[in-house]
């Protein structure tokens, strides 16, 4: 069974950086894509970023040149390194991958950005 776990989530004042970790229970080299959605207060959940098992990558336009997704296949493990942080940015943030048909979740990160 794949088990994805988020870590990295915290508070952070505006303008900071945070990184969140996903590690993955196995190899990553099957899951295509890897990425990261979020999910704040009485809103629906959407998509921060994607990375494909070649490494190409794609962004939300409120996150791009801010965000990084990168993903270390000899650690089974993707990252999502957050620079200059805005109070809009505070929700749940969720690993996701996908692997053939099925789509595969971790429990989620909070991340709190204080203005």
């Known amino acids: 069974q794949v088990q994805l776990v988020e870590s990295g989530g915290g508070l952070v004042q505006a303008g900071g950086s945070l990184r969140l970790s996903c590690a993955a229970s196995?190899?990553?080299?099957?899951?295509?894509?890897m990425g990261w959605y979020r999910q704040a207060p009485g809103k629906q959940r959407e998509l921060v970023a994607t990375v494909t098992s070649d490494g190409n990558e794609n962004y939300a336009g409120s996150v791009k040149g801010r965000f990084t997704i990168s993903r270390d296949s000899a650690k089974n493990t993707v990252y999502l390194q957050m620079n200059s942080l805005k109070p809009e940015d505070t929700a749940v943030y969720y690993c996701t991958a996908r692997r053939l048909w099925s789509d595969y979740w971790g429990q989620g990160t909070q991340v709190t950005v204080s203005s």
């Open positions: 196995g190899s990553i080299f099957s899951f295509n894509p």
